[in-house]
């Protein structure tokens, strides 16, 4: 055996990184979390211009945080409501850097490309409209009237069946309303956006079962749950701000179990920053239980945990199942019920990754609490069977009643800051025709037909553009190269196109794909003061828990030459369409805009009174009040029955997943560092079993090449730095948008079409025998 050791040793010396590799910290938040948001603050922003965003994020008469949708307290708001990561957003967007006329006028986009993604962010904000046109290399300025007659003559030129208006969750309601009115008006239903990349699952699984495409709970509810399901999710990183709400709960009693291949110290232990005794004491214990299944295994495990109520019940008759509820709102529990009856366990072991008693456990515990909340992320909707996984997590709940009563629910917790709220606003490829028959109404006697054909998402789009089918594309915010799969193939599918815009704050990867011949549009950031005619405005948006509520910025604006997003559709709209509405008054007073959401959105009666209210409103839930007459085809909750696929792999293949690092949000990467997990100065590290790395014949810090394997054909990422992990064996997890390339873009979930990013089946070869 030693022999063996020595030759490993000996074979791969020469391919070991110098990367920096820390202990895995015990604990969230604490000193650390301080420590690491001044140093940011500082680089960017300098402390007084960051200290005063600080103040005024997610605070009533401020602006809400341009991270993730998790809600803030109704009442009792801190006055400093904001997690680390949130702050790093704001001075992200409230940088001092600037990226002037004369920076691209230095640096091609040939050039641009060369940049890492932290690079391209560390340029600072866009200080003036960019154009690049045909033929050339270099973005340079255009008046703001000139670039709104391009993008109308481009738009036209291509024809509505050949554009599509891509959509980030960052988008305001307002902007997003304006946004789909001024495509539809053109005549495009091509509407992509970045929810498609994300909980498009979430909400096809649960509109299928239970009528509402949302989640159930209010913040409150937490307040009164016994048990928390927290799967498939790392709020430490991913939402902080929901570590308060889960360290509150855990203080009084309630139990929260997390169910993730990867043991996150978010989900360990949390010292809330702000909170002194928890800084000093080491913070509060979150979970009790962690329950390591294997990538994509939650679909059997669950169905374990199920499998395992029932039997209780079948033991102790009429005491486990909630029978009034099931007998009152739910259809199709005898098929589930054999369904499970069915599957063994040693085969639920198989797939899950983990034994039988940890279900049988978590079935005990789920059957021995009155209110119940699950919660889970993208660790579930990005995959082929994220659909059925989900709708896994409806028939646990429906099994006793845990929805519509205080403290239970469903939980999706969503990641950008108003990606609920521009679904909400008509943001959608396949909108419900209401929506269509209520923006006929209202703006039919101007000439609007709402287009009815099949409009294409996100993936379809990109498979549109390599056909030649879509042509143009305006993109809303976002950065679309870096955020979808198959990274080589999206960027050659931008670059084939001849037209494309983008409203953005910075550089991204996606404005370095340009097409034929592009426009950037800098906008105000969510932080920034936005004067209009009729004075300072304020847009609204919605977060994960239907909660609407207003955001007004505080900051002198990057540069005087910015305007809002209101205010770029609005001209968009005016070059493109002409005087179908009087667009300067839209612009001048969104009141104005906020009355026609009214006339058309559902649950928005009195929206500029309602929003003015400090807490906002909250929007009517049906299922909440245990109304499922959105099911279709009976109106009642539905228990749903489904196969899971066999994750077994051949021999030397590991299942991958792409996370996010602590220093990043979303695509933006705010630093190299990932200090949940103990990585410094590096991001292309593959995450593995240290059994793994044994059979493979791999050590620590060795250089490898990732190569992907789909339907024959196979893509690689090159020179990524092993690091062992506490991971299920078989398994891997690398950072996106690194790995990306080599996620194919035909490798989707079923029924939702999002991308199977946290599923790929990969080798790991020394880079040293490519």
Known sequence: MSADRDEHADAHAAELADIHLTDVPRLAGGLGAITSTARFLQRETGLGRGAKALLAI???????????????????????????????????????????????????????????????????????????????????????????????AELRAAGPDACAFYTSGRTSNEAAFLYQLVARWFGTPHLPDCANLCHESSGVALAETIGVGKGTVQLDDFEQADLILVIGQNPGTNHPRMLTTLRDAAARGAVIVAVNPLREPGLVRFAHPQKVLDVMRGGVALAREHVAVRIGGDQAFLQGVAKAVLELEAVRPGEVLDHAFLAEHTDGLDAYRAHLAALAWDELEVQAGVPASAMRALGERYAGAERVIACWAMGLTQHAHAVPMIQEISNLMLLRGNLGKPGAGLCPVRGHSNVQGDRTMGITARPKPGVLDALDGAFGKAGFVAPRGAGLDTVDTLHAMRAGRITALVALGGNLVSATPDTDVTAAALDGCRFTLSVATKVNRTHLHPGATSLLLPCLGRSEIDQQASGPQFVTVEDSMSVVHRSQGVLAPASEHLRSEPAIVAGLGQALLGDVLVWDDLVADYDGLRALIERVIPGFADFNARVREPAGFILRNAARERDFSGVAGGGRARFTVSHGPDLRLPPGRLRMMTIRSHDQYTTTVYGLDDRYRGIKGERRVVLMNSADLVALGLVERQVVDLISEWRGEERCVTRFIVVPYDIPAGNCATYFPEANPLIPLDSVAAKSNTPTSKSVVIRVVPAASR
């Open 58 to 152: 997610n605070q009533p008469e401020g602006f809400d945080c341009p991270g993730c949708a998790w809600p803030e307290p109704a009442e009792h708001r801190a006055r400093l409501e904001f997690c680390e990561n949130g702050a790093k957003a704001i001075a992200e967007e409230a940088t001092t850097k600037r990226a002037t006329r004369e920076m691209f006028a230095a640096r091609s986009v040939d050039e641009l490309r060369a940049l890492t993604e932290f690079e391209l962010g560390g340029l600072g904000r866009i200080t003036e409209p960019m154009v690049l046109r045909a033929g050339d290399r270099h973005y340079r300025p255009i008046a703001w009237d000139d670039a709104f007659d391009l993008a109308a």
